[in-house]
C-alpha cells in the first residue's frame, strides 16, 4: 500500500493548534456580506408573522425604520424590499408598480432619510402587482409578454430610482430588460444607480414561502413560471444569461435559489470578474427552521456555515433572512 509522501506531508500538522487553524483559514464570514430581505405591507404598527417562514415578518413603515436600525447597528450593508400589496390594488396592467405614491417608493424615501448610508435595494419585478401572480403581463392565453413587460419594469425601475434606490434589482428573467433599464435610468441622469441583474434565476420549488409571504401563491394557482426561469438542471445556460446581462450593463449578479446551486456561484465567479450576489431564498430558510424547531440541527452552527459555504463558493454578499441572526451570532 502506497501512503504518499507520509509521514513528510501530515495534513493534519496545521490543524493541531487553533492560532494555525486560524491562520490557515481561506474564508471568513462577516456581517457586512449580508443582505436582510424585508417584507413591507401598507398601515400602521403592525408586524405579521409569516406562517411559513418562522421569524419573518411583514412590516409596515414605522416598523420597518425599526427593523432597518437593528440591522444598520448590526454591521448589515444593506436590506432589499419586498412589498405585498393589497389584492384591491393589483390589476392586469400593474400599474401600482409604478406609483410614485406607492408602498415602495414610500419606503424607500424614510429609509433614505432615516439611515442614509444604508443601502436600499429594491426589486423590479410585477409578480407582487398582477392578478395572475406572474413576474409579466400576459396575453388571453396565458404566456407572458416579453417586451410589454420590459416596458413596465422601466417604468417600475425609473420609479424605484427617483424615490432614492441605491441598486435597482430586475428579478423577472425577461429578455433585454437589463440594456433597457439601464438606457432609462442614464437618459434619466440616473447614472449612478446599480443595477443587480437576478441572471440566473431557476424555476425553483424553493420559492414557495416568499410566495406565501406576498400573496402571490394563490393568485398563481397552478401556473408556473417555466417560460422565463430556468431549468434547474442548466449550467451553461446561466453563464449564457450572466454575459448577457454584463454586456447590458448590469453592475452586479444574481445566482438564486442558493444551496442548490453553489455549482453555478462557482462557475460565475471563475468566469466572470463582476461581483456575484446569491439569494439564500426562502425555502431555503424555512427548512433549517423547522428542523431547529425540532431541535434536529443547532440552528447557530447550520446557519453560519450555510452562509459560509456561499463565501466559499464565491459569493460576494449573500440575500438571506437570517441576517440579523447571523450578524449578531459574529459580532
Ligand atoms: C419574483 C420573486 C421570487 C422571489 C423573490 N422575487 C420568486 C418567484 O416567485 O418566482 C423568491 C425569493 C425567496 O424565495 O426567498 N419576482
Known sequence: MSTGHFPFTRMRRIRMKKFARDLRCETILTAKDLVLPLFIIDGKNSVEPISSMPGVFRYTLDKVLEVAAQAQALGIPAVALFPVISASKKSLDAKAA???????PIAVKALKKSFPTLGIITDVALDPYTTHGQD???DASGEI???KTVDGLIKQALCHAKAGADIVAPSDMMDGRI?????????????????????????????????????????????????YQMDPGNS?????????????????????????????????????????F?????????????????????????????????????????FTYHALDAAKWLK
Open 145 to 147: 409578454l416579453n417586451d
Open 98 to 104: 409604478w406609483d410614485d405614491k406607492g408602498l415602495v
Open 136 to 138: 409579466g403581463f400576459i
Open 278 to 318: 446569491v439569494y439564500n431564498v426562502s425555502g431555503e430558510y424555512s427548512m433549517v427552521k423547522a428542523a431547529a424547531a425540532n431541535k434536529w440541527i443547532d440552528e447557530k452552527k447550520v446557519v453560519l456555515e450555510l452562509l459560509l459555504s456561499f463565501k466559499r463558493a464565491g459569493a460576494h454578499a449573500i
Open 236 to 276: 451553461d445556460e446561466a453563464m449564457q444569461e450572466i454575459a448577457l446581462d454584463l454586456d447590458e450593463g448590469a453592475d452586479i449578479v444574481m445566482v438564486k435559489p442558493g444551496l442548490s446551486y453553489l455549482d453555478i456561484v462557482r462557475r460565475a465567479r471563475d468566469k466572470f470578474t463582476a461581483p456575484v
Open 179 to 227: 440594456g433597457c433599464i439601464r438606457e432609462a435610468l442614464e437618459a434619466a441622469g440616473f447614472h449612478d444607480t446599480l443595477i443587480l441583474a437576478y441572471s440566473a434565476k431557476y424555476a425553483s420549488s424553493f420559492y414557495g414561502p416568499f410566495r406565501d409571504a406576498v400573496g402571490s401563491k394563490a393568485s398563481l394557482g397552478k401556473a408556473t413560471k417555466d417560460s
